[in-house]
């Protein structure tokens, strides 16, 4: 007998919600369903697209969705699941297209629950003939189930179906939904699966489903209870004349029900009204109404979080202790538990759209004449509509709020999704899908453990440390926590960056005690350096956990020790970095290598020499890299030892499991820096740089004015240089096998070949693909240098952006101002990434204007047919030209350029004129045309030194 503990009252129920396809719809059902106390809904025809789970952020509820690639079909059920239920949700997958499974687990026991939704029947005999087939598979796939959740408990079953669960768990099974089907009222004494209590008369499917009942002892539920005719049907016709009921709960004889009812309060979207069933448990406690109301949201109250933090006792003045940490995190806990307070969250819906739930639950059953079906049909659209209206005018507070703010967008888009986004399946590495809690843990476990195990046997020689490190100021903490940056997320210890700051005339004393305690010991105190891992989808196909990136959560005081460090050791890092390294350096940038590699090009084709590149790409670099190569590159390069040895101990002490779905999974870690750390780019290149250093690469690559260029790095984003095939598959070569000494591994799959002659070149044997074009740090490389390609790029970036954010920059409501604000800082950035490179022509300018004029329309609100003039319009917007922003941005690069103390390759290479003879014929137009022709002289360069910033934009933009 099903008899779960400690779960109290445990309702479930079924309803049919008529088209589930749209975020308002959702929204719609969760307003619909507050103060109905239910734990588990099985949604029929949902046609929802895809298979997922969804936390809502309306709502206390869970949303699981099985539903068809397209959202026309009529298919497609789900679940919803309240937040009491969900530490006990083991597992959702998809059975079939009108099938879907959800199992909840207590204890040994596992109620499994089926979502069925059944084909209709149609008025047609050949349409009906096709849906009885239909039908008949519909029963068969759950006696198929059915036979399959009866044999996994048991000790003889296949081991598919033991490791789908635990070995000799028992399995109740319950069926929930719209079966189409008339049970009606018992017949024969011997009927068992229906009870005393039927509805109507029985109809031939009514008879196959009983007879299904009968040969799977299965109950229909909703039979089994006493209620009035009122709350028996769960169907109402389109007139309002006839009522049926076709919705059930059909349970295990083994599951006991305390009730069963059909709500009289039923859903208004739906013809459908929601059928409830209590499950009989063994310990009767009384159950609050769980409330589903929104969450409510906190802030910190500053004045009493500074009063509260003076309050407390001083440790600044006490002996070194391991406890510090602990007591430093209990007071600044306590501080912001009592200085907190509720922050107001406006809803999604206004309180008119709410009153009009209101009335349309009034008209649902008044629609005995046509003047009344007709009055509900056109609320029903009033409401979407309201609905719709009420979205858009949310999505606008809170994206007008950040702009006047000056905040970033990430948190708009966050606030406006309709909810947060669960694992709910994952591919294992031999391929099998897996579905269920125990089977993902496993999986994550078993990938992140290969992952992070070490596979290269790397010596580090510990050098004894030459002097002390000098302790740490509380200038130089408060000046690090000052570049932090704010809305972070927090760590295990729920303190924010926020906090830090507020507090930070009373708690930069203690952090700074604490810092050069751990400096001297070259320790951390325990759970400081421990962490929370997720998982953000990157791209590709969500069920391949290698498209995933996890990110550390760390604590917020962690993270300021992290980057104190990275203070004291940045520029001897730096120092240690040739030019060929840009990624996270002070005065480089991805506009730098981008310059570098389009004047190659440009080069390469004016004068007819030969190139050859290879993008190099490494598998999840940072995740793999050996630390005792980091260890030994830092040592190498300078870092102090008590440093050097402070790291060693986060690394060997930290923990980080990974969340899933709200449950930690243990990882025990071996390798690869942590993402999310300040500090761990700095390592990641320095070890990247210890790697080169091995390499005797000085007669190969490209003689720019003397100096060799055998690459170009950015992080790990790579591209190897060189002016013949050979030369370059000896790098290839000689690159590949020092990675894999510090434990990187190129990915032959992203890795791709450019050349200007056809040739191959292989990768532990394999051949790299050879492409005619490729995006290098966000811009579209060619060999044929023509930016017209990723002009196209460019326009379409800024038309998606534009896109994202298309109701508020159209509505006619809100201020020009912010719309020109929103613009200037969101779409404009995203057409002119990497203008600084682009050789401007004037068709160009020409495709940037006339793309940004039809976006100035449509914020206005004018067509071209309104022969309004290009003045009149940008008399009305006042938003910068993008031509111009292009102009502006490449005058300004050229004059850091020209200005530039450092030897960039950027600035060698625009400066480069190799010792050939150019062929005859005009070239293509070039980077430096326009400056030339501007100022009418060759050498731009010296000119550019000889005037300032603002001297220089002056006389560029009046030439």
């Not at 190969?700 to 055998?710: A, E, F, K, Q």
Request: net charge positive; proline share 4%.
């Amino acid at each position: 007998m099903f008899q779960p503990s400690n779960v109290g009252r445990l309702s479930i129920g079924t309803l049919n919600v008529r088209r589930l396809a749209s975020s308002e719809r959702l929204l719609e059902l969760q307003e619909e369903l507050e103060g109905i106390n239910i734990d588990v809904i099985a949604l029929t025809e949902l046609r929802w697209r895809g298979t997922g789970s969804l936390q809502l952020s309306d709502s206390g509820f869970c949303f699981y969705h099985a539903g068809p690639e397209s959202s026309e079909d009529v298919s497609g059920t789900g679940f919803l699941v309240s937040s009491r239920m969900k530490p006990f949700v083991e597992a959702f997958r998809p059975v079939s297209p009108r099938i879907s499974a959800l199992d909840l687990k207590f204890g040994r026991q596992l109620l499994r629950l089926f979502a069925v939704y059944a084909p209709p029947t149609s008025a047609t005999r050949d349409d009906e003939e096709d849906e009885e087939d239909e039908y008949d598979s519909l029963l068969e796939t759950l006696r198929s189930e059915l036979r399959a959740a009866s044999m996994s408990g048991q000790r003889g079953a296949s081991s598919t179906l033991r490791d789908a669960i635990a070995p000799r768990l028992r399995v109740y099974p319950a069926l929930l939904g719209d079966f189409n089907a008339k049970i009606g009222r018992k017949e024969e004494d011997d009927e068992e699966a229906v009870g005393n209590f039927g509805y109507g008369d029985r109809n031939v499917r009514g008879q196959q489903l009983l007879d299904f009942c009968e040969e799977n002892h299965l109950r229909a539920v909703n039979t089994f209870f006493k209620a009035r005719p009122g709350r028996k049907w769960t169907w109402i016709s389109p007139n309002g004349h006839t009522k049926n009921c076709i919705d059930f709960v059909l349970a295990s004889r083994l599951i006991r029900f305390q009730s069963a009812t059909v709500l009289g309060s039923c859903i208004s979207s739906s013809d459908h009204r929601l059928v409830r069933a209590v499950i009989q448990t063994p310990k009767r406690e009384v159950m609050r109404h769980e409330d589903r109301t929104l969450k409510k949201k906190y802030r910190l109250n500053r004045d009493l979080f500074r009063m509260a933090l003076t309050t407390m006792t001083p440790c600044a003045n006490q002996q070194d202790s391991p406890e510090d940490y602990a007591n430093l995190v209990a007071q600044v806990q306590s501080a912001a538990e009592f200085a907190r307070e509720p922050e107001e969250k406006s809803p999604r819906l206004s309180e008119e759209t709410k009153r009009l739930f209101a009335q349309r639950r009034h008209l649902k059953y008044r629609r005995s004449t046509a003047a009344e079906r007709i009055a509900l049909t056109e609320l029903n659209k009033l409401i979407r509509r309201e609905i719709r209206k009420d979205l858009v005018k949310h999505h606008q507070r809170l994206v007008e709020e950040a702009i006047r703010r000056n905040r970033g967008l990430r948190h708009v888009r966050r606030e406006a999704a309709i909810g947060r986004r669960r694992l709910t399946r994952l591919r294992d590495a031999d391929g099998n899908l897996c579905s269920t809690t125990t089977q993902l843990k496993r999986t994550v476990k078993a990938f992140y453990e290969a992952l992070y195990s070490s596979t290269v046997d790397v010596q580090y020689e510990e050098h004894e440390a030459q002097e002390e490190c000098p302790d740490l100021l509380i200038s130089e903490v408060g000046e690090a926590l000052k570049t932090m940056r704010n809305g972070t997320a927090p760590g295990i210890d729920k303190i924010t960056v926020e906090m830090l700051k507020t507090g930070s005339h009373v708690l930069l004393p203690w952090l700074t005690k604490l810092f050069n305690m751990c400096l001297r010991t070259c320790s951390i105190p325990q759970k400081m350096a421990d962490s929370s891992t997720i998982l953000l989808h990157k791209k590709g196909d969500p069920l391949e956990l290698k498209n995933y990136r996890p990110i550390s959560l760390l604590s917020a005081i962690y993270k300021l020790l992290t980057k104190v460090l990275t203070k004291r050791i940045e520029r001897i890092l730096d120092a240690a970095q040739p030019v060929e390294q840009a990624g996270f350096r002070k005065n480089f940038s991805t506009i730098d290598h981008l310059q570098a590699i389009n004047q190659l090009v440009e080069r390469s084709r004016e004068y007819r020499l030969p190139l050859f590149i290879v993008f190099v790409d490494y598998e999840k670099a940072f995740d793999t890299v050996e630390l005792n190569a980091v260890w030994s590159a830092v040592q190498q390069q300078g870092v102090p030892g008590q440093i050097t040895k402070l790291l060693q101990k986060i690394y060997q002490e930290a923990t980080s499991p990974v969340n899933i779905n709200d449950e930690p999974v243990p990882i025990e870690i071996r390798r690869g820096v942590r993402q999310g750390d300040t500090i761990s780019p700095k390592l990641f290149t320095a070890t990247l740089e210890h790697v080169f250093r091995h390499l005797q690469w000085e007669e190969v690559g490209i003689n720019i004015n003397g100096s060799r260029l055998s690459n170009l790095r950015f992080a790990d984003d790579i591209a190897l240089i060189a002016e013949t095939a050979e030369d370059l598959q000896k790098m290839m070569d000689e690159l590949n096998e020092a990675s894999q000494r510090a434990g990187l591994k190129i990915n032959a799959n992203k890795t791709k070949l450019m050349s200007t002659e056809p040739t191959s070149i292989l990768l532990n044997g394999s051949e790299v693909e050879r492409v005619e074009s490729f995006v290098y740090l966000g811009q579209e490389v060619r060999l044929v240098r023509d930016h017209g390609k990723e002009m196209s790029r460019r326009i379409c970036s800024g038309w998606n952006v534009f896109k994202q954010y298309k109701q508020f920059l159209t509505n006619p409501t809100v201020e020009m101002r912010w719309k020109r604000r929103l613009f200037n800082m969101c779409v404009l950035p995203a057409m002119l990434y990497g203008a600084e490179t682009w050789a401007l022509t004037k068709s160009a300018c020409k495709r940037l204007a006339t793309a940004q004029r039809k976006m100035e329309r449509r914020m206005v609100g004018v067509r071209l047919v309104d022969k309004k003039t290009n003045d009149w319009l940008r008399g009305v917007t006042k938003i910068s030209d993008v031509a111009e922003s292009a102009k502006k941005r490449k005058m300004k690069y050229a004059w850091k350029l020209a200005n530039e103390d450092e030897e960039k390759w950027s600035k060698r290479l625009t400066d480069w004129r190799p010792i050939v003879s150019r062929p005859l014929g005009r070239p293509r137009t070039r980077w430096r045309d326009d400056i030339r022709k501007a100022l009418r002289t060759q050498a731009w360069q010296n000119q550019a030194r000889r005037t300032t910033l603002r001297q220089w934009l002056n006389i560029m933009g009046s030439a």
